[in-house]
């Protein structure tokens, strides 16, 4: 352990949408509980629910240090079997308590009650430094650390703390074993979906997506891209693609009129797994009775527990020659070019635009 260190930190301060980002330097000391580790930020990347509380579409605890998708390395650690300082790791987004009933009984750690999300805290909260716009990350002791493996690179890794192992947990929900699924959404978490559905030999993947641009990449990951903007191209899908209908069907675009037509494009007994509509304009549109007269099952999937996040870090390295992951994310902005990283972002030329505070 680091005694006494002061640590040079760089951190961005989010105020709230539509005020500047503060930069700051600072001189500081982080004295350790334990089972706490100190980690410096090799790479983290813009989430897409960062840039709805950037734009204000979700409400954060401000002053926060925003960013919660990143890699790291160990600088200092307290009393945590396993880990040690040069350690490359990444972390579960939550921590957690251990003891209420989602933590023991339920299997749903990520709803504990005592739930701590990093890149969602006040400053004020501990050291304050719970966010991975920042130098260092203050990491506690209910909080699921994993060790990346060296071949895997830092662009790789970045996303697999959110968005990777978010679909872990989705694709574990399928009960069926399915012959055909439709994604609906080709952004960071249909593409990582289609690449798992692949892995576990699913045959026929189709990526419903209205950005063309996407479909190479979609191909790349072993799935079908649908061009989901032309209603005629969709209606042809409808009748001639799907057949008798898709097995199962993920909703990761976060639309809601997305809803009617999953449902049309399930077989009887199919499987709906809902991802991307983790906001208030989420109606579903659909009734009861298309739900139970087609013996619908339908499962809602927030975040992941921690045994998705070490699975998510096994299935980049058994697939890291297999699917183009390093593709997916821009080459790393400087930290204090916070602002130009999140402009870049926006446009979605990248699956995910990434910074190095270590720059
Ligand atoms: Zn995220
Ligand atoms: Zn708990």
Known sequence: MVKDKFLDME???????????????????????AGEALVKIVMATICGSDLHTIEGKRKEDVPCILGHEAVGEIIDIKDRLGFAIGDRVTWSIADTCGKCPCCTEYGLPQKCDQLFKY?????????GFNGCYSSI???????????????????????????????????????????????????????????????????????????????????RFGA??????????VKT?????????????????????????????????????LVGLVHPDSELGITGEQIIRKCIGIKGVHNYAPWHLDEAVAFLERNQWRFPFEELV???????????????????????????PQL
């Not at 890149?119 to 050291?127: D, E, N, P, V």
């Open 330 to 356: 821009s080459p790393p902005y400087k930290l204090e070019n916070l602002v130009e990283a999140v402009a870049e972002a926006k446009k979605q030329h990248w699956f995910r635009v990434s910074l190095n």
């Open 137 to 219: 990350i203050h990491i506690r002791r209910g909080t699921h650390l994993v060790k990346v493996p060296k071949a895997l690179s830092d662009s790789m890794v970045a996303p697999a703390n959110c968005a990777l192992a978010t679909m872990v947990n989705a694709v574990s929900q399928i009960k069926i074993k399915p012959n055909k699924v439709v994604v609906q959404g080709g952004g960071l978490l249909g593409i990582y979906a289609c690449g798992l559905l692949k892995e576990m030999g699913v045959p026929l993947v189709f990526c419903l997506e209205i950005n063309t641009d996407r479909f190479d990449v979609i191909r």
């Open 11 to 33: 951190f961005q301060v989010f105020h709230g949408a539509g005020m500047p980002f503060d930069f700051e330097r600072k001189e500081l000391k982080i004295k350790l509980n």
């Open 119 to 127: 890149g969602h805290a006040s400053i004020h909260k501990g050291s």
């Open 237 to 273: 899908f409808v009748k001639d693609g799907i057949g008798p209908g898709a097995d199962v069907v993920f909703e990761v675009a976060g639309v809601k009129e997305l809803i009617p037509q999953g449902m049309d494009l399930l077989r009887a007994g199919g499987e709906y797994v």
């Open 224 to 233: 079908i891209p649908v061009d989901a903007g032309d209603p005629q191209n």
